[in-house]
């Protein structure tokens, strides 16, 4: 049985298109990669962790109303490992997240 999406879970306040599809850029993150991500890294650590930051400065993602920097990137994905661990809490499971990425 599949882990709950995050993308589906409640937003605090009505989502925009990039909110969305921030979730399920999170959801698609494999299992082996969460496990090297590292919560004490600063902006340059996770930025190459993730390997999809622009030059600029702001995660590339298509189909978004705007770009996401690396404030909200720590922010929803702080969020994500939260969300993660509550479900795994309550499945009495590691979850299965396990996809490519």
Do not use: H
């Amino acid at each position: 049985m599949p882990s709950p999406a995050f993308e589906d879970a409640p937003y605090a306040a009505p989502p925009d298109e990039t909110d969305v599809n921030l979730r399920a850029y999170f959801d698609s993150i494999s299992e082996s990669k969460l496990e090297r991500l590292d919560p004490n890294w600063g902006d340059e650590g996770l930025r190459s962790w993730d390997g999809n930051f622009r030059i600029d400065g702001s995660l590339m993602m298509v189909c978004c109303d705007r770009d996401v920097g690396i404030d909200e990137y720590r922010r929803v994905l702080n969020e994500f490992l939260a969300f993660r661990r509550s479900a795994q809490q309550r499945c009495g499971t590691r979850g299965e997240v396990s996809r490519e990425g």
